[in-house]
C-alpha cells in the first residue's frame, strides 16, 4: 500500500521528504519486528521510547518513520502530534477496516467481562456462528488459541487480528475493553455494534487518578458507538440499570438501550430468582418473552453475567431458545470461581477476584451455600492501585470467616510493604499473613474442616507470579492440587 493512502485519515503531519511513491509492506511497532519494507512507528511508554529504536529500524528495511519529533534518519518520517493516536487509524487502513465486514461486540466494566465474552462466545457458536474472541484470557479464533498480554491489546495488533479473523470467515467477534485501552485509543478504529457494560466499582485508580475519570474512560465505549441511525447496520447498548453509573453510560450514547436487571425494572430481568449450591435458577423475561433458565452458575454476580450476555445476543437476533440452551450447558470460564476437586471433604473455588466489589461478590456466595467455614486466601498486586488494598482486606475480614493474606503479582514492589498496606489498619490477631502464596494455601488448605470452602483469590486464571519484573511459573489451580496429595500421603 502506497503511504499517501495509509495516512488518508491524518490531517496534520509534517515530513522530511516526498512520500508519493514509498510502498509500505507491513506496519511495526516493535524495532526487532521491521522487515524491508515495513513503517516503523515509534511509540513513547512508560519503559523505553520507540524513538531511541528508529536507527536500529532503518537498518532493518524500514522504509519510513512515524515520529512525534524530527530524527536523524536518512529515510523519509512523518511527525505526528501523537504516534499512537495515528497508530490506530494508519493500522485501520492498513488492514482495510476489518470490523466492518463483521458483527463486533464490545464489553466493558470492572468486573463479569471475560465471563460475559466467553458465554457470548458459546451462544454465537452454537447459533452457527464463526467467532473471533480477544481478552484478559487468550484469543481465539473460532478453536485456534493464541496468547495475549493485555486485556485489550494494541491497535496494531487489534487490527492484524481483525484481519486474520475476516480471513478465516469469522462473522462475530466478541472483545473485552479495558479502561486502560479505551482511554489510550487502542480500539480507535473498531466498529462496534453492540456495547456491553457489566458495573463500576473501585480498580485502576493507580492509572485514572479518581473514579470519576475512570467511569469517563468506560464511558468512550458507548460514545463511540456513534451518533448516526443505520436500519442497515443497527447498534445498540446493552447496560446494567442496577448499577450506579447506568446513567452516565446511557447519556453517553445516542444508540437504543437493551437494560437488565434483578432489582430495577429493565428490559431484561431475572425474576423468580433461586440460588443454590449446584448453580441457579430464575425467569429470563425479555422483549421477547420468557424463559426458564437452570444453569449450574453459581451466585448473584454470575445470573448479571448471564443477564448482560442475553441482552447482546438478543439485540444480535438470537432466539431465546439458542440462548438457553447456551447458559443451561456452559461449565463457566477458567479461573472464574472454578472449583479444584481431589476428593478432600471440603470445597475449594479459584477465582480472579482482585477488586474490593468481586471478591465481595464471590464470598457472599460461598456463605450462601457454605456449611463451615469460608476460608479466603488473597493478597493484592503490586505497582497497581494502593488505596484499594486495605478495602479488600476489609471485604475479607467482613465476608470471609478466616483471612490469609499474601502474596499476589508483586511486580517491582515488596510483599512485605503491600501486606503492610492491607492490614496496617486492622486489629492484630484477627488475621494470618504468610507472604510465600505456596505456604499460605498449604496453610489454608492444612486448616480446613469438612463442609468448609477455601477461596483462593486474586489470579484465577494466571499461571505465573511476576516478582521484579520476571514471571515464574505459578498456577494456583495446579498448587492446590499439588498440596493436597502431599495432604493425603501425609495422613
Known amino acids: 500500500m502506497k503511504l499517501p493512502e495509509l495516512l488518508r485519515h491524518i490531517p496534520n503531519f509534517q515530513t522530511n521528504k516526498s512520500l508519493k511513491d514509498i510502498e509500505i509492506t507491513g506496519v511495526e511497532m516493535d524495532s526487532r519486528n521491521v522487515k524491508e519494507g515495513d513503517l516503523f512507528i515509534c511509540l513513547p511508554g512508560d519503559h523505553f521510547d520507540g524513538h531511541d529504536f528508529a536507527s536500529q529500524a532503518v537498518k532493518q528495511g524500514a522504509a519510513a518513520l512515524i515520529c512525534e519529533r524530527p530524527l536523524d534518519v536518512s529515510i523519509p ?109 487502542r480500539v480507535h478504529g473498531c466498529d462496534f455494534d453492540v456495547a456491553v457494560f457489566t458495573n463500576l466499582s473501585q480498580d485502576h485508580l493507580d492509572y485514572h487518578g479518581n473514579m470519576d475519570e475512570y467511569l469517563h474512560a468506560k464511558s468512550l465505549l458507548f460514545a463511540q458507538l456513534g451518533n448516526t441511525f443505520n436500519p442497515e447496520n443497527p447498534k445498540f447498548a446493552i447496560i446494567n440499570a442496577d448499577d450506579p453509573a447506568a446513567d452516565v453510560m446511557i447519556r453517553s450514547t445516542a444508540q437504543p438501550v437493551l437494560s437488565y436487571g434483578i432489582q430495577k425494572e429493565a428490559a431484561i430481568m431475572a425474576d423468580h430468582l433461586h440460588l443454590h449450591e449446584k448453580g441457579t435458577t430464575f425467569t429470563l423475561t425479555t422483549p421477547e418473552g420468557g424463559i426458564t433458565i437452570n444453569s449450574s452458575l453459581m451466585g448473584k454476580f454470575n445470573v448479571y453475567n448471564m443477564l448482560a450476555a442475553a441482552g447482546a445476543a438478543i439485540a444480535s437476533g438470537v432466539e431465546l431458545d439458542v440462548i438457553k440452551q447456551a447458559l443451561e450447558s456452559t461449565k463457566g470460564v477458567r479461573g472464574r470461581f472454578e472449583p479444584v476437586e481431589e476428593g478432600q471433604s471440603f470445597g475449594i473455588v479459584i477465582d480472579y477476584a482482585h477488586t474490593p466489589d468481586s471478591l465481595h461478590n464471590v464470598l457472599q456466595t460461598m456463605q450462601e451455600f457454605c456449611r463451615g467455614k469460608v476460608r479466603v486466601v488473597v493478597g493484592c498486586g503490586g505497582d497497581r492501585d494502593r488505596t484499594k488494598r486495605p478495602l479488600m482486606a476489609d471485604v475479607a475480614m ?94
Not at 122 to 133: A, C, K, P, S, Y
Not at 144 to 162: C, G, I, M, W
Open 77 to 185: 518520517y512523518i511527525v505526528v502530534p501523537d504516534t499512537n493516536r495515528a497508530m490506530g487509524s494508519i493500522a485501520n487502513t492498513f488492514y482495510q477496516y476489518p470490523t466492518t465486514s463483521m458483527q463486533l461486540i464490545g464489553i466493558t466494566g470492572t468486573n463479569g467481562k471475560t465471563s460475559v465474552s466467553y458465554l457470548l462466545e458459546e451462544i454465537f457458536q452454537m447459533n452457527r456462528h464463526q467467532t473471533g474472541l480477544i481478552g484478559t484470557i487468550q484469543m481465539k479464533i473460532n478453536e485456534s488459541v493464541y496468547p495475549v498480554r493485555n486485556t485489550t491489546p494494541d491497535s496494531l495488533f487489534l487490527q492484524k487480528s481483525f484481519q486474520e479473523m475476516k480471513e478465516r470467515n469469522v462473522d462475530t467477534a466478541i472483545m473485552e475493553v479495558s479502561s486502560h485501552a479505551l482511554d489510550k485509543g
Open 398 to 491: 467482613e465476608f470471609g470467616d478466616h483471612a490469609i493474606f499474601t502474596s499476589d503479582n508483586p511486580r517491582t514492589e515488596s510483599p512485605e510493604q503491600i501486606l503492610d498496606d492491607m492490614v496496617e489498619h486492622l486489629e492484630a490477631g484477627g488475621y494470618d499473613r504468610i507472604v510465600d502464596r505456596k505456604e499460605a494455601i498449604r496453610f489454608a488448605l492444612e486448616q480446613a474442616q469438612p463442609g468448609d470452602m477455601v477461596l483462593i483469590a486474586g489470579k484465577g486464571h494466571e499461571t505465573y507470579q511476576e516478582v521484579n519484573g520476571k514471571r515464574y511459573e505459578f498456577d494456583d489451580r495446579e498448587t492446590a492440587r499439588e498440596l493436597l496429595k502431599q495432604l493425603k500421603e501425609s495422613k
